[in-house]
């Protein structure tokens, strides 16, 4: 039994690549479309992992910045530090005096800004490091605005409005992603079911001899769904390849210090259960689209021989 269904099966591969080799035009014009179809879908991937990536990274560095009024005496600056770090949304607070936001600017390079000034305009302030959990967007921004509350202190900042700014794109590319996905899938499964349905004409002949000696639609349609198969899996390959060629180009473009300004570090390439992912949707294209085909091919031809 199992002989046989190996025999089947090998038959049904031989018909498929027979099939692929007699129309290489329109099985060309498939494969290239469902590549790009993939590569333009792997670029969503690509794009959604690594803005997530950046995301998580901003988010774990986060800290707010409470800059303090120069009139506080030392003895309120250490009260309101005991203050801060009990409080149970912080972690640490750490008391950076005007000194040491100074000597910090000159190691940046950055006294130049301020020369011809007679004393040390920076403020002395607290930095404040939140627990994991209270890192959202929307309790920084209401921590925020009751530390602006506490009386000494002048200005609050916490880089929560560029998170909040990349999490909108990075739920536009999500919105933008799935509709452009969905069109370029429907369309993909319309240009495999046209092309199989030519090979079918091509073949007509033979399949009605095929269903005179007694084949059934399912034994006939098989090859033809391993044709699909076929095209949507080298279609994925090709679409990984164009990604991975895309992805290296991207990087030899950028400069390795402007990643590190970004915050990536590095920008990484789709995973392997992303490289899957593409290889199945590719099969799933070809699939459905040789499905489509054949059953519409099959359907009237039955009611005629009957």
């Keep these: 039994m199992r002989q046989e269904k190996s025999s089947q099966i090998q038959y049904f591969v031989k018909e498929a690549l027979y099939s692929l080799r007699l129309s290489r035009s329109r099985t060309l014009i498939s494969i290239a479309t469902i590549g ?16 997530k990536r950046l995301i998580e990274k901003w988010q774990e560095e986060i800290h707010i910045e409470i800059f303090l009024s120069d009139e ?14 009990k409080k149970d949304d912080i ?6 005096s005007k000194k040491m936001a100074w000597e910090k600017f000159q ?12 004393k040390n305009p920076l403020p002395a302030s607290f930095q404040l490091k939140l627990r994991a959990e209270k890192r959202t967007v929307a309790k920084i921004k209401k921590l925020s605005a009751e530390l602006l509350e506490i009386p000494g202190v002048e200005d609050v900042t916490s880089g929560v409005d560029l998170i909040e700014k990349l999490e909108i794109v990075a739920n536009f590319i999500k919105v933008a992603g799935f509709f452009a996905g969905l069109l370029i899938f429907i369309a993909s499964i319309f240009i495999i079911s046209n092309t199989i349905k030519l090979s079918l004409f091509t073949r007509v002949d033979e399949i009605d001899i095929m269903k005179l000696v007694g084949g059934t639609n399912s034994f006939i349609m098989m090859p033809y769904l391993f044709e699909g198969i076929i095209q949507g899996l080298v279609g994925a390959g090709l679409a990984i390849a164009l990604l991975f060629l895309a992805y290296q180009a991207f990087l030899i473009q950028l400069r390795v210090d402007e990643l590190v300004v970004l915050g990536f570090g590095y920008i990484s390439f789709v995973s392997a259960s992303q490289w899957l992912q593409l290889m199945l ?13 054949v059953s519409q091919f099959l359907r009237p031809r039955t009611t005629r021989h009957r």
């Design 91 to 96: 972690l640490q607070a750490t008391y950076i």
């Design 36 to 51: 790009f179809a993939l590569f333009i879908f792997g670029i969503y991937l690509l794009v959604s992992a690594n803005i």
């Design 281 to 293: 949707i590719g099969i799933l294209i070809g699939l459905l689209g040789s499905y489509i085909s």
């Design 72 to 85: 506080l005496t030392l003895r309120e600056t250490d009260s309101m530090g005991e203050k801060l770090r």
């Design 107 to 118: 190691r940046l390079g950055y006294e130049q800004f301020f020369e011809g000034l007679s």
